[in-house]
């Protein structure tokens, strides 16, 4: 519902105060990055399939091996406001952590263009 209503927002913006034009497109905007677990992996696995060809995708077993062998790491695109989780990318790691290799990366389609 959240999302729809902005939708709308950003299609109607005009009809609103700058003030307010600049507070729902800022600060309602704000997204967080954070490091996602394997269960937020299971959590958001059924979304990451419909996002790539069933060719390309690692299997769910592959992917939570590679999260506990700490070659791979879940990136979590959350909403601050709306509190979902708008994206995520998935990367593998070196030892340091640093990330190596962007595997896959998506955003939910309403936020994209935003």
């Known amino acids: 519902e959240n999302r729809l209503h902005y939708s709308w927002f950003k299609h109607n913006i005009r009809l609103f105060k700058e003030d307010f034009q600049l507070f729902v497109t800022g600060e309602l905007n704000d ?9 937020d992996l299971k959590s ?25 062998k700490k070659k ?3 990136i979590l695109a959350k909403h ?3 509190d979902e989780i708008i994206g995520f990318a998935l990367v593998y790691v070196l030892e340091d952590d640093h990330y190596i290799w962007l595997d896959y990366i998506a955003i939910d389609s309403i936020y994209q263009n935003l």
């Open 31 to 39: 997204i967080m990055i954070i490091d996602g677990t394997i269960d």
């Open 44 to 68: 958001i696995y059924t979304r990451f399939t419909t996002f790539f060809n069933e060719s390309e995708i690692k299997s769910l077993d592959h992917l939570e091996i590679l999260m506990l």
């Open 72 to 74: 791979y790491k879940l």
């Open 80 to 82: 601050k406001i709306f």
